[in-house]
């Protein structure tokens, strides 16, 4: 690894870190309370208290790989990065970022879950993704590494669409796929899809989404090969 790369590195990990900060202050408080909930819960009948980090770290990473564009890449072109650069720094910060976070988020969730087994609160439970195949510790890390790096990639892509070709170019293909969106749903395809993914449900669906997330990262080498620090509006 070279010093540009190591260099990009330190630059996404110290410009993420109070935001980090942040977000897993707030994620942990929100768990806590919701524990707290739940122990009060006791002894009411059908009363159930649930948490799911999927939600948040989901939504957290939709967010970042739009704004890593905005934030990452006029700074990196500014430093004299590289393009090939930039994209392996931003490939290995994608990759670590999930894979810890996943680590952190199911670590969490295990220990937790002895906690309330420990002290009887059986009116709290975790919602996952796993739930729907083996819920171990391992296979939730998997499904949210390769769920994460999807979401990751689709917004570090439609954040590019609106950085090099401003809101008209970014906001059209938004347009595009928010109608088909919607026409599958009038039609009944999306419904049709979700059923299929439900029922037939397997890991390999997983790692197939992680598959799409990274053709989609190797995608955005056509637009960061061209892109300027001067965005358009």
Known sequence: MNKQIKGLLYFYISDIR??????????????VV?????????????????FGFPFAIY?????????????????????GATRKNILISLAIFFLGLV?????????????VLLFTDATGITTFQFLHPAMMLEDTWLNRILIDVCIMFFLLSFMF?????????????GGLVAG?????????VAKGWIYEFIVDVVTQMDMLFFYQVLGVGLLLFLLSNVFVRRITIEKRR
Do not use: R
Not at 101 to 108: E, H, L
Not at 157 to 169: E, P, S, T
């Open 176 to 184: 595009i796929l928010a109608i088909a969106t919607l026409f599958g």
């Open 99 to 111: 894979v810890l976070k996943s680590i952190v988020a199911s670590t969490i969730q295990e220990i």
């Open 34 to 50: 919701s524990i707290a909930f739940a122990y009060y819960l006791i002894g009411v009948e059908d009363s159930m208290m649930a």
């Open 157 to 169: 892509i439609i954040g590019l669409l609106f950085y090099k070709y401003g809101f008209a170019g």
């Open 18 to 31: 109070h935001s980090l900060m942040i977000f897993w202050s707030i994620l942990l408080l929100v768990l």
């Open 59 to 79: 939504f957290y990473c939709l967010i970042l790989g739009f704004m890593t564009v905005k934030e990452s890449i006029p700074f990196a072109i500014k430093m």
